[in-house]
């Protein structure tokens, strides 16, 4: 008698659910945030205050969707794909703005969007040889762009310790634009060696040298 499958086993979780609700809610946020970041230049201290409520908000849900998603077995396609979009999304227009108003150079702010669309891009690349899974390094990266730019976004001109906060938040960027270049370059190994020996990538091999073992000799 054949066994009965589980609901686990037939019922995939729904898109819909509170962990994908705060994936799209961070998404809503990015032009929000850069609405205030941007206002009067960012000269508007009030506002670049706001700019940073809204930012440490998105991050933070940045954490907890993903604790929920896993606590609560609530991982599905739209959120593996939407999340890591949401996330860039919101460093980019962090690093755009920034640059836009004078607070970043805009190599910085290239040298890391380029990498973080480039790694996501490569993740699609080897989609069906596997998952590259996020490393150790990868959330050391992400939690020192977290901090850097959080510190960028703060309105340092209105506090009598600029100067200081001016050192940690450049000290942080510099750390993070490091840890974010050799986390690039181990991703985009990792992602080449990925395709060249992964199941799919092996079966391949083996199909065509059978094909050639069965081609006839001329």
């Not at 000269?43 to 205050?49: F, I, N, Y």
């Not at 706001?50 to 930012?55: D, E, G, L, Q, T």
């Amino acid at each position: 008698m054949s066994e009965r499958p589980s609901p686990v086993a037939r019922m995939a979780p729904s898109a819909w659910n509170i962990a994908n609700g705060l994936t799209v809610l961070r998404l809503l946020l990015v032009p929000v945030f850069g609405w205030l970041l941007l206002w009067d230049d960012g000269h508007q201290a009030g506002a670049r205050w706001w700019a940073f409520a809204v930012f440490a908000f998105a991050m933070v849900t940045d954490r907890i969707d993903g604790d929920i998603a896993r606590s609560r077995g609530l991982i599905t396609d739209f959120g593996k794909v939407a999340d890591p979009i949401a996330d860039k999304a919101l460093v980019t227009m962090a690093l755009v703005g920034l640059s836009m108003i004078g607070d970043i150079p805009w190599w910085i702010t290239l040298v890391i969007t380029v990498r973080e669309w480039g790694i996501t891009a490569m993740r699609f690349w080897v989609i069906r040889h596997g998952v590259m899974a996020a490393g150790r390094g990868g959330k050391v990266k992400t939690l020192l762009q977290a901090l850097a730019l959080g510190f960028f976004v703060i309105p340092r001109f209105s506090l009598p310790f600029s100067g200081a906060l001016d050192l940690v938040a450049w000290v942080t960027l510099v750390a993070a634009l490091v840890v974010t270049v050799v986390t690039g370059v181990d991703y985009a190994v990792d992602a080449f060696r990925l395709r060249r020996t992964s199941p799919r990538a092996m079966a391949k091999k083996a199909a065509r040298a059978a094909a050639r073992d069965r081609r006839p000799e001329a």
